[in-house]
């Protein structure tokens, strides 16, 4: 296992009717110190990705482990504090506050 764990990730949205599934079981063992690359086509769920590991949205199933830290079963407060202390995020649209 390594220090960043994702196990068995799903992430479904509905849309129009239709469900959308782009994490539909993802693993992925990252060691600490590594550079990862993430590297796909346009809605290939690359943003999706990166939103349950920045802790700004809530995976469907699986886990998501930081050391010994379980992203996915945080709370409202134990996340503020996980996006404050643990996560750095540069958005595509900078989502700044006019
Ligand atoms: N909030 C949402 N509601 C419904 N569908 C979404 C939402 N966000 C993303 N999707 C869909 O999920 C898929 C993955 O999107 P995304 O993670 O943004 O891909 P990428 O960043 O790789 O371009 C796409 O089919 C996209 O249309
Ligand atoms: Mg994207």
């Avoid at 590594?34 to 346009?42: A, E, R």
């Avoid at 830290?69 to 996340?79: E, I, N, R």
């Amino acid at each position: 296992m390594g220090d960043l764990s994702i196990q068995d990730l799903v992430v479904e949205y509905s849309s129009g009717g239709y469900a959308v599934r782009p994490l539909d079981g993802f693993n992925l063992d990252v060691a600490a110190g590594s550079l990862v690359i993430l590297l796909g086509p346009s809605g290939c769920g690359k943003t999706t990705l990166l939103s349950c590991l920045g802790g700004i949205l809530k995976p469907s199933a699986g886990a998501i482990k930081f050391g010994d830290v379980d992203v996915t079963s945080l709370d409202a407060k134990g996340l503020s504090k996980y996006r404050r202390e643990t996560v750095g995020i540069v958005f595509q649209a900078f989502n700044l506050v006019p």
